[in-house]
């Protein structure tokens, strides 16, 4: 019997394997103990030693120079002349592993012929293929948190299928196909599955599709397009006001848009009247409404912007193991990178803060108006990245990229670590939207209901431990920034002003920098600019 040999995890931090050099061609001979290739790994380029039983290469999964992700098909040995078809289209319809280099082998003349690897599933009419989207630039695999609809039930265009968690957030997967019956879920409840992985088979009732189910490989159906809501470019004229925008409509009235996006503007307050839809014939979809942004009102959201994580359930004197979530995995791997590919300094300031709490007493007693410290430090930052664009920058390996827009991230904790997301366009927007946005995407952000573009895009990054009491700290870029600013608490301790020893409110920022991208001269500039606009928060409406 043929054994299927999957791409190995050679190291803990492993994701993907590259096969450096195959040193058996398929048709040679294999026995235990044979290094049959070289798979070059995030660390280092290791043999790999078949223990099998003794047998025939009949097929390579991934090409030499390729890399595939760990678990992905690697090898096929067995005996020659065995039909091996099924366990190309059965390993491939579950993994994202490269083309295949060789057909299967076929041993001499005298042997029975093999079928080659399987060909495109023919998809019967009307049947829509589903697959697990990649959600975030990160994502790798995708967590069914949840199931909305069973197999058998009928859905239409706006449902919401199920829920996927990604290793930021748990977001809902819209349906935008054609409608039908749900015939088949390819992920359960509670498990995970890579990328492009079948997720579901919609189509009419009774339809076979034991074909896709057992032989479809992942590369020869066609996904139903995930609804993924794209960033908006917001200039100042766009924040004036939200009446401009002209919405298409019947000739009764009726305002056309999707069941999905009315339920959100539902949800948000916002007045479909006021949407400009992108659908077809105007009709108002999904990101329309999540990328909609109102002039600045008295809306208030009744979310808190930190949130502790929570503790596991520990036993006295016994230890205990808590399974790594796929964000603490996606934290891991992205810190430990930015740390060790990033040559990282850090400059601290000292803030006064004593004309900040003025000016926020008095924007706080306007009518339905409550804003934090935290926001005035994300408008000062924002316009502070005007006048250093170095700062506002990203390095690539052969070039710096000064980005055109500047979305601010805003660390965020969660039950299970953290997430940034992110306010795009900061710079245009003012105290009171910046405040809104804040608690919105906090709030959601702790529900695990973010989207993929809200947590997407950030060129620069703020990290606030003073809720805490921390006074001052570093953090590590949240790449690829090349900036991250830490923000302490606001204490009362002694300063010198005007000759007299007085008490003073002050604040410590840290911002750690990318040398890379940002020399120490350029990041104190910037950090000048900082501390003049929150010592004189009036300069920010200059």
């Known amino acids: 019997m043929a054994e299927v040999i999957k791409m190995p995890r050679l190291s803990d931090t492993m994701t993907e394997g590259k096969v450096s050099k195959w040193n058996l061609k398929v048709g040679d001979p294999v026995k235990e103990g044979d ?48 039909d091996i078809s099924a366990l190309i289209g059965g390993v491939n319809s579950n993994s994202s592993s490269s083309e295949p280099s060789n057909n299967n082998y076929t041993g001499n003349s005298d042997t029975k012929t093999t079928s080659s690897p399987s060909a495109p599933v023919e998809i019967p009419k009307d049947v829509e293929i589903i697959k697990v989207p990649r959600l975030s630039d990160t994502m790798t695999e995708g967590k069914v948190s949840k199931w909305n609809v069973k197999v058998g039930d009928t859905i239409k265009e706006g449902d919401i299928i199920a829920e996927i968690e990604t290793d930021k957030a748990v977001q809902d997967f819209e349906y935008d196909g054609n409608g039908g019956v749900l015939l088949y879920q390819g992920v359960k409840e509670g498990d995970s599955a890579l990328i492009e992985s079948l997720l579901a088979i919609v189509g009419p009732a009774g339809t076979d599709i034991s074909g896709i189910v057992s032989g479809g490989s992942a590369s020869t159906v066609t996904a139903v397009k995930p609804v993924t809501s794209e960033p908006v470019s917001v200039t100042s004229n766009d924040l004036k006001t939200s009446t401009e925008n002209n919405t298409v409509s019947s000739g009764n009235g009726k305002i056309f848009a999707s069941p999905l996006a009315k339920k959100i503007a539902k949800e948000k307050g916002i007045s479909l009247d006021q949407i400009k839809g992108s659908g077809d014939n105007g009709r108002i979809i999904r990101k329309d409404v999540e990328n909609f942004v109102p002039a600045a009102s008295n809306t208030t959201v009744a979310a808190s912007v930190k949130s502790a994580p929570v503790a596991p359930q520990i036993n006295p004197g016994v230890d205990t193991e808590t399974p790594n979530s796929s964000m603490r995995n996606a934290i891991a791997k992205s810190l430990s990178h930015s740390l060790f590919t990033a040559p990282h300094y850090n400059l601290v300031f000292e803030i006064n803060m004593d004309n900040a709490m003025e000016a926020r007493k008095a924007i706080n007693s306007l009518p339905d108006t409550k804003i934090s410290f935290n926001d005035i430090v994300i408008k000062a930052v924002a316009i502070s990245l005007r006048k250093h664009p170095q700062i506002n920058s990203t390095w690539s390996d052969t070039k710096i990229i000064h980005r055109g827009n500047i979305n601010i991230g805003v660390a965020v904790a969660v039950e299970d670590g953290l997430v940034v997301p992110v306010i795009k366009n900061t710079d245009y927007l003012s105290l009171t939207q910046i405040s809104s946005a804040v608690k919105d995407l906090a709030g959601r952000a702790r529900d695990k209901k973010l989207k993929a573009n809200e947590m997407d895009g950030s060129t620069f990054t703020i990290s606030n431990l003073g809720m805490f009491g921390v006074e001052s700290f570093n953090s590590i870029i949240n790449q690829p920034n090349s900036c991250i600013l830490s923000v302490g608490a606001i204490i009362q301790k002694p300063v010198v002003k005007n000759g007299q020893i007085v008490v003073g409110n002050v604040m410590q920022i840290s911002l750690a920098c990318d040398h890379r991208v940002v020399d120490g001269a350029t990041g104190a500039q910037f950090l000048q600019t900082l501390k003049m606009y929150l010592e004189n928060p009036v300069s920010l409406l200059a």
């Open 35 to 82: 290094i049959i290739a070289e798979i070059e790994t995030d660390k280092a380029v290791q043999d790999f030693d078949y223990d099998g039983n003794d047998g025939i290469l009949l097929y390579q999964g991934v090409k030499e120079g390729d890399a595939a992700p760990v678990d992905s098909l690697l090898a096929i040995i067995g005996t020659a002349g065995e």
